[in-house]
């Protein structure tokens, strides 16, 4: 997952204009595999969607991994960064705090269903005609923000270290950037120079969880994101170093659905409600 950061040859991520007499902006924009954009906040707060590709968004002490099922909600000033892990398609809106009142004031992520998608795509192209039509925006992002807060929210989130320790935090990168249960933590301990149990124990102190859950974390998001881009269950598990049957029985116990009933149009919801019509608790927090 390491790759160059942007560039002056790379379309920075600059939001539209936004201007006290408008309500609402929006701001569509294609950004390569491997893009990275460093910390950054926004005057207004954000729906922060891909309508293709993957994004993995670093927010405060959490990664969140974000499919074209999900979508990120931030605050105006929430501070984030976003590495593109494929091609992305970005669709945002970008809300005046006087009109979001109604929704949360942490950042959150939020499943996006067929309406949701088709309303942010449709605000993002509309505008980028340089169409105005005051009632029909006005209806389409009051729409849009009743689906934002009536929309299921997501557990998928990554605890992250600070950087009070550079082992652990080393330790941490070099698991996102290779999840693969082929690599020890008696291996990833060795690399960072520190002892097993040390790492242990900054892992329950800091982060709340041990090695194997943590990365069990990144997996599962990991894959969540594989899964949305297409890629075969039996390509994925062999990635993350399982064989495809106990990756399978892992991603169900885990997420309450068989990666096989993964649909890249539908909902992780939708998934297990497919699998069982009781509800089904994830044991990500």
Same mark, same amino acid.
């Given at each position: 997952?390491? @790759?160059?950061?942007?560039?002056? $040859?790379?379309?920075?991520?600059?939001?539209?204009?936004?201007?006290? /007499?408008? /309500?609402?902006?929006? #701001?569509?924009?294609?950004?390569?595999?491997?893009?990275? &954009?460093?910390?950054?906040?926004?005057?207004?707060?954000?729906?922060?969607? %891909?309508?293709?590709?993957?994004?993995?968004?670093?927010? +405060?002490?959490?990664?969140?991994?974000?499919?074209? !099922?999900? %979508?990120?909600?931030?605050?105006? +000033?929430?501070?984030?960064?976003?590495?593109?892990?494929? *091609?992305? *398609?970005?669709?945002?809106? =970008?809300?005046?705090?006087?009109?979001?009142?109604?929704?949360?004031?942490?950042?959150?992520?939020?499943?996006?269903?067929?309406?949701?998608?088709? #309303? &942010?795509?449709?605000?993002? @192209?509309?505008? +980028?005609?340089?169409?105005?039509?005051?009632? =029909?925006?006005?209806?389409? =992002?009051? #729409?849009?923000?009743?689906?934002?807060?009536?929309?299921?929210?997501?557990?998928?989130?990554?605890?992250?270290?600070?950087?009070?320790?550079?082992?652990?935090?080393?330790?941490?990168? $070099?698991?996102?950037?290779?999840?693969? &249960? $082929?690599?020890?933590?008696? !291996?990833?301990? %060795?690399?960072?120079?520190?002892?097993?149990?040390?790492?242990?124990?900054?892992?329950?102190?800091?982060?709340?969880?041990?090695?194997?859950?943590?990365?069990?974390?990144?997996? #599962?998001?990991?894959?969540?994101?594989?899964?949305?881009?297409?890629?075969?269950?039996?390509?994925?598990?062999?990635?993350? +170093?399982?064989?495809?049957?106990?990756?399978?029985?892992?991603?169900?116990? @885990?997420?309450? %659905?068989?990666?096989?009933?993964?649909?890249?149009?539908?909902?992780?919801?939708?998934? $297990? =409600?497919?699998?069982?019509? @009781?509800?089904?608790?994830?044991?990500?927090?």
């Amino acid at each position: 997952m390491r @790759e160059a950061r942007a560039n002056s $040859a790379v379309p920075k991520a600059r939001p539209p204009e936004l201007h006290d /007499d408008a /309500d609402a902006r929006s #701001l569509a924009r294609h950004y390569p595999r491997g893009l990275r &954009i460093d910390p950054h906040s926004h005057t207004w707060a954000q729906v922060l969607y %891909a309508v293709s590709g993957v994004m993995w968004v670093e927010v +405060g002490r959490e990664a969140l991994v974000v499919p074209p !099922q999900r %979508a990120v909600w931030l605050p105006a +000033g929430t501070q984030h960064s976003i590495h593109m892990m494929s *091609e992305v *398609e970005m669709r945002n809106l =970008y809300l005046h705090e006087r009109n979001v009142g109604h929704l949360s004031r942490r950042s959150d992520v939020f499943e996006v269903n067929g309406l949701l998608r088709e #309303l &942010i795509t449709s605000i993002a @192209e509309y505008e +980028g005609t340089g169409a105005r039509d005051p009632a =029909y925006l006005d209806a389409a =992002y009051r #729409l849009a923000m009743l689906e934002l807060a009536h929309a299921p929210r997501s557990s998928l989130r990554i605890a992250l270290p600070d950087a009070s320790d550079r082992r652990l935090e080393a330790l941490c990168r $070099a698991v996102i950037d290779n999840p693969s &249960i $082929a690599i020890s933590f008696e !291996q990833h301990a %060795a690399s960072v120079g520190a002892s097993v149990r040390t790492l242990a124990r900054l892992f329950t102190r800091e982060l709340g969880v041990g090695f194997a859950e943590w990365r069990r974390q990144v997996q #599962l998001a990991v894959a969540v994101s594989w899964l949305a881009e297409g890629r075969p269950v039996s390509s994925i598990a062999r990635s993350l +170093g399982f064989q495809p049957s106990s990756f399978s029985d892992m991603f169900r116990r @885990e997420l309450g %659905a068989p990666p096989t009933g993964f649909d890249p149009d539908g909902t992780l919801s939708e998934a $297990a =409600y497919a699998v069982s019509p @009781e509800p089904v608790k994830s044991n990500l927090r």
